[in-house]
């Protein structure tokens, strides 16, 4: 048994979605896919000769204008990997091929994007990567109840947006379709409900998508009695499904409600780093003997550093700041998120965000994983997962800059949403018909969700100990302000 207790206070809503009951076990706080261990930062040195004067006030309002180019002269050799590939993969060519094209190295940015999605090589692309044969495990991945009580917290919203007629449920980032599986599953007694769905699942893999249409028991049936055209319904509610690879190309006006589980960790980030010069963008460059990809520091300010340092660093304090010697901006979460709280603001509805990271500024968190072990993040790119820290701060701003229709709440802990929500309730429920072997299961995959740490009631080999992620997890929603605020969040 579990050594300790949490009790929640749960909302109880009038049709009874929501239950107050004390947790059996702990809550939370270490992630899977995190792992438990991070590496240090690695800290470039620039040149001796490029002491130029740099962008010293990032908080100054003006905006200089620069020419920005690249000395390669000017470049620090950092330490070479041990790495002797044989022969290069068609993504390592791409990468040089794009490194040789600018004459200079290219951002962070661009190579996580590139290895991530490269529609080609991207490490997502062509392969299923999730799971325990994968390389890194999702909440999803992990029990049931994840899933059944997202779909508890899409209900709600559902009832605070006045239960519409239709509803454009959008999940980004589905991986196999198992949160969206498991929502539907426990959902589906909740008619009136149900009916008003269209799925949208925003994937960019077509490997991928083949498993979520699977996972969603999805048919192609004629809309018309040639049947010249079709669409695909998921078995599973009855509800339509539609897949994108943009938020964008889903259709606008009709109320939604996005999900994007462990989404923001995945999109390309701008990494930054203090010098003798003043903060000077981290790059990715090939080493001298063209083998391997090192990195380096930009000999002058790019425009990343213009205009992404400066403006996170403006929504931050002095102080915050001036304790950095790394810093990690995320554009790409900047756009999607003024797309959601738009998108949000003239159609209704809300947005859940559950993702790994803090509620500030991220210093140096990029990571690689490959089958549930951290890697060199330049070592055979294309082959392991790069993610970093989620900054919810930097969301929160975005998306209240967008629309003042639109409220931003928490974040708060996985373990918070979660338990107010009632998993408690539900693994109680579970448990008194379950076998000894599925009540393990269950136990296990509970702490795994809302635990803190490694599990004090696990009896196995300690190489197989449940590592709770209750708290590494964060939530945070985004709606619309005439609904209210969402549960759990009051």
Not at 132 to 140: K, V
Not at 242 to 253: A, C, D, I, N, R
Not at 422 to 439: C, D, K, P, W, Y
Request: proline share 6%.
């Amino acid at each position: 048994m579990l050594r300790r207790s949490l009790s929640r206070a749960s909302p109880l809503l009038s049709n009874g979605l929501l239950q107050t009951l004390p947790l059996p076990f702990a809550p939370s706080t270490r992630s899977l896919r995190s792992l438990s261990s991070h590496t240090t930062p690695q800290t470039l040195n620039p040149s001796p000769s490029q002491e130029e004067e740099s962008h010293e006030n990032l908080r100054d309002s003006s905006r200089p204008t620069v020419s920005v180019s690249i000395d390669r002269s000017g470049l620090h050799n950092s330490p070479e990997h041990s790495h002797n590939p044989s022969s290069d993969s068609e993504l390592v060519k791409h990468l040089k091929s794009i490194i040789k094209f600018r004459g200079g190295p290219i951002s962070v940015a661009e190579y996580m994007e590139e290895v991530l999605t490269n529609p080609h090589s991207g490490f997502y692309i062509n392969q299923d990567v999730f799971g325990a044969g994968g390389d890194f495990i999702t909440s999803p991945e992990v029990s049931q109840m994840f899933g059944e009580m997202i779909g508890v917290w899409t209900m709600c919203l559902w009832e605070q947006m006045g239960q519409p007629e239709e509803v454009n449920l959008i999940e980004l980032g589905p991986g196999r379709g198992t949160l969206m599986a498991d929502l539907l599953r426990g959902s589906s007694k909740f008619v009136n409900f149900k009916k008003t769905l269209h799925i949208h699942m925003v994937e960019c893999s077509p490997t991928l998508q083949k498993l979520q249409y699977s996972a969603l028991k999805c048919v192609d049936e004629a809309v018309n009695e040639d049947g010249s055209t079709k669409r695909t319904i998921s078995m599973l509610s009855g509800s339509p499904v539609s897949w994108h690879s943009t938020l964008e190309q889903v259709p606008l006006g009709t109320p939604t409600i996005i999900i994007a589980h462990e989404f923001y960790d995945a999109l390309p980030i701008h990494q930054f780093q203090k010098s003798s010069r003043g903060w000077c963008e981290k790059m990715v460059d090939v080493s001298e003997d063209s083998l391997n990809f090192r990195f380096v520091l930009s000999p002058m300010p790019t425009p990343a550093t213009l205009l992404y340092l400066r403006k996170r660093c403006q929504w931050a304090s002095a102080e915050e700041v001036a304790k950095l010697d790394h810093i990690e901006v995320c554009p790409k979460a900047m756009e999607l998120t003024h797309q959601i709280a738009k998108r949000i603001s003239s159609d209704g509805g809300g947005a859940l965000i559950i993702d790994y990271g803090k509620n500030g500024i991220i210093s140096d968190s990029l990571q690689a994983i490959q089958k549930h072990k951290f890697v060199n993040i330049l070592d055979n790119p294309g082959s392991a997962d790069l993610s970093a820290y989620v900054d919810f701060a930097s969301i929160r701003h975005s998306a209240k800059e967008v629309s003042e229709h639109i409220s931003v709440h928490g974040p708060i802990t996985q373990s918070q949403f979660l338990g107010y929500l009632g998993i408690n309730f539900r693994v109680e429920a579970l448990l008194q018909n379950s076998t000894e072997e599925q009540a393990e299961s269950l136990k296990t995959g509970y702490w795994q969700l809302v635990g803190d740490g490694e599990a004090p009631f696990w009896e196995g080999p300690n190489e197989q100990t449940p590592i709770g992620m209750g708290n590494r997890y964060l939530a945070m929603a985004i709606v619309n302000k005439k609904q209210g605020v969402p549960v759990p969040f009051e």
